[in-house]
């Protein structure tokens, strides 16, 4: 089993900045995909960030040039950066886990390990 704890989400006004952590533990290794998720209200949960075991990244392009995915494997934790945030982030941020094929790697289906997520709220 994996067990996946997410971090740092909060209130934070338009223009503004957070760092989400997700820390793994349990039988997870460096071999793993990281991906981000995100869940508005009223909304499906989509796609926003990944991070392959090698360092390879991808982002959905809503969040190109203001969200960086980062991971230490030293301390099996991984980062999702958001600057410029706004009011169309809210969201629940979850963190998932699993060894797949990269081209899968936007999928949620991919995954079978998640977090209990953690909110983002963007005011205006």
């Known amino acids: 089993q994996v067990q996946l704890v997410e971090s740092g989400g909060g209130l934070v006004q338009a223009g503004g900045s957070l760092t989400l952590s997700c820390a793994a533990s349990?039988?997870?290794?460096?071999?793993?995909?990281i991906g981000w998720f995100r869940q508005a209200p009223g909304k499906e949960r989509e796609f926003v960030a990944a991070i392959s075991w090698s360092g390879i990244t991808r982002c959905t392009d809503s969040v190109k040039g203001r969200f960086t995915i980062s991971r230490n494997n030293a301390k099996n934790t991984n980062y999702l950066q958001m600057t410029d945030l706004k009011p169309e982030d809210t969201a629940v941020y979850y963190c998932?886990?699993?060894?797949?094929?990269?081209?899968?790697?936007?999928?949620?289906?991919?995954?079978?390990?998640w977090g209990q997520g953690t909110q983002v709220t963007v005011s205006s």
């Open positions: 998932a886990a699993d060894r797949l094929d990269w081209h899968t790697s936007g999928a949620e289906t991919a995954y079978h390990y």
């Open positions: 349990g039988r997870v290794d460096n071999s793993y995909t």
